[in-house]
């Protein structure tokens, strides 16, 4: 999958890059039988605890089982955060992070906790 920087990302306020097409090709290639389960449904076990306990959910099911409901995963990177980043569920918790000094990238990840489904679906500046 081709990743933007976030020195990219950041170039323009309120900046934003959305990975729809990225999305497609990967669930074009899975049901050509290009690509395995095992490739497109690999989500890092942390990523999906965060799913399980600290996501919200979206509308629509998995595009790969087709039956769990997706959920979206938010981290911020930036200044006086953890290196791993911040997980947020919240409008509350953005703004928060937002009236902070210096530029913070969000990452939207969307995540199936049933088969480990999971994509960057955009990625922001606050």
Not at 47 to 70: K, Q, S
Not at 78 to 107: A, E, M, W
Request: net charge positive; proline share 6%; glycine share 4%.
């Amino acid at each position: 999958m081709g990743f933007i920087p976030s020195e990219l990302i950041n170039t323009l306020p309120n900046s934003e890059v959305n990975y729809r097409l990225e999305r497609k090709r990967v669930l074009v290639k899975y049901a050509s039988g290009e690509a395995s389960i095992h490739e497109v449904c690999d989500a890092h076990p942390e990523l999906l605890r965060a799913a399980h306990n600290y996501a919200v959910p979206m509308e629509g099911n998995c595009p790969i089982c087709e039956e769990a409901t997706l959920v979206v995963v938010t981290y911020v990177f930036g200044p006086r955060l953890p290196s791993h980043g911040r997980c947020v569920n919240s409008q509350k918790d953005l703004d928060r992070i937002r009236k902070r000094k210096g530029t913070f990238t969000c990452y939207e990840i969307e995540v199936c906790t049933k088969c480990s489904w999971n994509h960057l679906s955009k990625a922001f500046t606050l």
